[in-house]
């Protein structure tokens, strides 16, 4: 028999959506359907263990490990300043060491002017150490607000060009270092524990953009409010995210103020009734994905029983770890015209867009993200001569 396919859900959307409460809520009714479940916040401000109510005593005892909330459920807000240490200690160490060091510290600074967000390379790190490590089935991340988020997602892509960076500057460190380190005893170079640990470092890594782009184990969901502000923030990430090839599969409108009350409250109709017509606005964009509608509680949402009631909410009767949409971000196509790359990037500008090829790759850059797509072997020779926006699609025709 096949073994259920593990799962990982991240949540997204900008601040205050209720990222926080309904990512908790996910977790909640996943694990009382008996899937061991995990539930991970990057948020310092500890909002995660309010939804849960959970005392300061106890999150302080957990020092950023996982609190249990019962059988089948553990929280985790990470702390980054730990983490840090735990996964990248001996490479920030030196590297720190060789940036205070007189003479190099220009070139390495230079060379290292990108160095990746920690927060988002140790939500990757647990990502995939939760996946590959642990028999969570489960594994549930309330992201930072939308602008971290790109920058998360778009971490595989950046670090694989940082490590190679950070092995060229290594190298020329090596270079002008080994004749002269006798002499000068200033030049920190790597010891041991240093290879071991960027080694380490990367080994946990592996894999992990492989896993963010499978579909059918992670899915990414966007918690929206009926406001236009908040609608822009969504269908902006919603094109990034289909750039880098993840998976959304299904929008969360939360905090819509039932209908009765708008009809009670005069001074705030004009307002009340403007969420209904960005409602149909979220509809109409986000269209096939489903759109699941949640009402202001009108009351504070805390603890346990809030949560339950959230849940309900968004998944009436539903397993919440179901993989509720799925679409080929991009995709090949052999057409009259020739061959054509079909990326879904709705409501991208075009002025933002820059396309190009690399070896074997063709790099879609839009503002100051960019992704990848590996060609496959028939075609990589060819290179995208032109491009169009179509039904939602920007389709690049290679020759
Ligand atoms: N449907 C809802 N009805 C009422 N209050 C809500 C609802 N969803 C979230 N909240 C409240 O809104 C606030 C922000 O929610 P939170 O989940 O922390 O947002 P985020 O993580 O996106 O910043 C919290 O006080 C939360 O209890
Ligand atoms: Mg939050």
Not at 148 to 169: A, G, Q
Not at 361 to 384: Q, S
Request: proline fraction near 6%.
């Amino acid at each position: 028999m096949e073994t259920q396919q593990k799962r990982i859900i991240l949540f997204s959307g900008k601040g205050g959506v209720g990222k926080t409460t309904v990512a908790a809520a996910t977790g909640l009714k996943s694990s009382e359907l008996g899937k061991k479940t995990i539930v991970l916040s990057l948020d310092p401000a500890h909002s995660l263990a309010d939804s849960f109510d959970i005392d300061e005593e106890t999150r302080l005892s957990a020092k950023g490990l996982p609190i249990k909330i019962n059988d089948n459920l553990y929280i985790q807000e990470l702390d980054i300043q730990e983490e840090l240490e735990r996964w990248w200690g001996e490479v920030a160490r030196f590297l720190e060491l060789l940036f205070n060091t007189t003479g190099l510290s220009d070139l390495v600074s230079q060379e290292l002017a990108i160095l990746p967000g920690m927060e988002e390379v140790t939500g990757l790190l647990y990502i995939n150490h939760y996946y590959r490590k642990s028999d969570f089935e489960v594994i549930i991340l309330d992201l930072p607000p939308t602008g971290e988020t790109l920058r998360f997602i778009s971490m595989p892509t950046i670090l694989k060009w940082y490590m190679k960076k950070i092995f060229r500057v290594e190298r020329t460190i090596m270079k002008i270092a080994r004749p002269i380190a006798g002499r000068m005893t200033d030049v920190p170079l790597p010891d041991e524990s240093y290879y071991k640990s960027l080694e380490t470092f990367y080994e946990n890594l592996k894999g992990v953009d492989e896993i963010l782009i499978d579909p059918d184990i992670t899915s990414i969901r966007l918690v929206t409010n009926p406001e236009k502000m908040v609608l822009r923030e969504s269908i902006r990430a919603y094109t990034y995210f289909n750039l880098f090839g993840i998976n959304v599969d299904a929008v969360i409108v939360n905090k819509i103020f039932p209908k009765e009350v708008i009809q009670s409250c005069p001074s705030l109709k004009g307002w009340l009734e403007s969420q209904y017509k960005y409602l149909e606005e979220i509809e109409a964009y986000f269209k096939p994905k489903p759109i699941f509608k949640v009402p202001h509680a009108q009351r504070e949402l805390v603890g346990i029983e809030g949560l339950k009631w959230v849940a309900e909410k968004v998944y009436p009767n539903t397993d919440p770890t179901k993989v509720f949409h799925k679409e080929q971000p991009y995709q090949f196509e052999q057409t009259e015209e020739g061959y054509l790359l079909k990326v879904k990037l709705p409501y991208a500008e075009k002025k933002y867009l820059d396309l190009y090829k690399v070896g074997e790759e063709i790099v879609i850059r839009l503002g100051n993200v960019k992704t990848h797509i590996m060609l496959p072997k028939k075609l990589k020779n060819k290179e995208p001569v032109s491009a169009r926006w179509e039904e939602g699609y920007l389709k690049i025709l290679l020759a």
